[in-house]
Nanobody, 124 residues
Framework: QVQLVESGGGLVQAGGSLRLSCADS????????MGWFRQAPGKEREFVAA????????YYGDSVKGRFTISRDNAKNTVYLQMNSLKPEDSAVYYC?????????????????WGQGTQVTVSS
């Protein structure tokens, strides 16, 4: 059983930073690809970042490249999203997800488990 719980969201000024965490209570965390997605009001959910089980291979959406960093600590069953140089357009609910694959995947339909989401609001 995989249960994902996000934390770390909040309100920040443009140019600031936040770090999101996603903890998994399951036993097979280190065999999953983990991803972050986000959804702003009135918009479709979009891919933000993904990381393979080993933590070596990562992939980012074009809008966050160079500003966001995904990482994972398999010993703690936790994946992180470090967000720097935040912009108002980064405001959204951020979701953590797990895919039962060892490949990096960006397609949200490939993810099997989802967290409840955490709100990030960036003020201008």
């Amino acid at each position: 059983q995989v249960q994902l719980v996000e934390s770390g969201g909040g309100l920040v000024q443009a140019g600031g930073s936040l770090r999101l965490s996603c903890a998994d209570s399951g036993r097979t965390f280190n065999s999953y690809t983990m991803g972050w997605f986000r959804q702003a009001p009135g918009k479709e959910r979009e891919f933000v970042a993904a990381i393979r089980w080993s933590g070596i291979t990562t992939y980012y959406g074009d809008s966050v490249k160079g500003r966001f960093t995904i990482s994972r600590d398999n010993a703690k069953n936790t994946v992180y999203l470090q967000m720097n140089s935040l912009k108002p357009e980064d405001s959204a609910v951020y979701y953590c997800a797990a895919a039962r694959t060892r490949m990096v995947v960006t397609d949200q339909s490939k993810y099997d488990y989802w967290g409840q989401g955490t709100q990030v609001t960036v003020s201008s």
